[in-house]
T-cell receptor, first 112, second 114 residues
Framework: KNEVEQSPQNLTAQEGEFITINCSYS?????LHWLQQHPGGGIVSLFM???GKKKHGRLIATINIQEKHSSLHITASHPRDSAVYIC??????????????FGKGTKLSVKP | DAGITQSPRHKVTETGTPVTLRCHQT?????MYWYRQDPGHGLRLIHY???????DKGEVSDGYSVSRSKTEDFLLTLESATSSQTSVYFC?????????????FGSGTRLTVV
């Protein structure tokens, strides 16, 4: 069973389009993390949020704790946004290690 | 950047040989983690450490051991490498700064077992 589900798995968009990536989870969490991974690259933290909405440049992340759902939006998408976007949740009862469970990622390709 | 360095960045090794990957941090964080990343799977926890000489197993620990003799270094050892351990390995730290907390990842080690 997958405790963190992302959709879509793959997404192709034209430059300038508005993009939404979804993350649903089935466990109790204390926070949710959106990560970005460029091809062959490391993993970079975009947002961590436990309620409401956060914005950074063209990226917006929202979370609905009651519905156990989060979305990552990219406005005015650009080819440099092409990457894998990963949702990860911090378990409420993860213990002292702050256990993190990852989704399988959404591969985004933005065409010029 | 939280000052996490992984070495080596790439390695090819033969089946049956031992391999050690190193994760080095410069900011005295208590918690350190080793993950592996494989196609079709999310990142999966191998082992983690919550202090010097304090380590515990994660979800996919079979065939791996770890050591943490100093705060700054967390070593992952494949005792006898197998082809199923071909993967990309990421080290991470868990930081807490007041109400802010999160994870920072190293750049990854691509390991190929032939």
């Amino acid at each position: 069973k997958n405790e963190v589900e992302q959709s879509p798995q793959n997404l192709t968009a034209q430059e300038g389009e508005f993009i939404t990536i979804n993350c649903s989870y089935s466990v109790g969490i204390s926070a949710l993390h959106w990560l970005q991974q460029h091809p062959g690259g490391g993993i970079v933290s975009l947002f961590m949020l436990s309620s409401g909405k956060k914005k950074h440049g063209r990226l917006i992340a929202t979370i609905n704790i009651q519905e156990k759902h989060s979305s990552l939006h990219i406005t005015a998408s650009h080819p440099r946004d092409s990457a894998v976007y990963i949702c990860a949740v911090f378990l409420v009862d993860g213990g002292s290690q702050g256990n993190l469970i990852f989704g399988k990622g959404t591969k985004l390709s933005v065409k010029p | 950047d939280a000052g996490i360095t992984q070495s080596p960045r790439h390695k090819v090794t033969e089946t049956g040989t031992p391999v050690t990957l190193r994760c080095h941090q410069t900011e005295n964080h208590r918690y350190m983690y080793w993950y592996r990343q494989d196609p079709g799977h999310g990142l999966r926890l191998i082992h983690y450490s919550y202090g010097v000489k304090d380590t515990d197993k994660g979800e996919v620990s079979d065939g791996y051991s770890v050591s943490r003799s100093k705060t700054e270094d967390f070593l992952l050892t494949l005792e006898s490498a197998t082809s199923s351990q071909t993967s990309v390995y990421f080290c991470a730290i868990n930081y807490r700064q007041g109400l802010n907390y999160g994870y920072t990842f190293g750049s990854g080690t691509r390991l190929t077992v032939v």
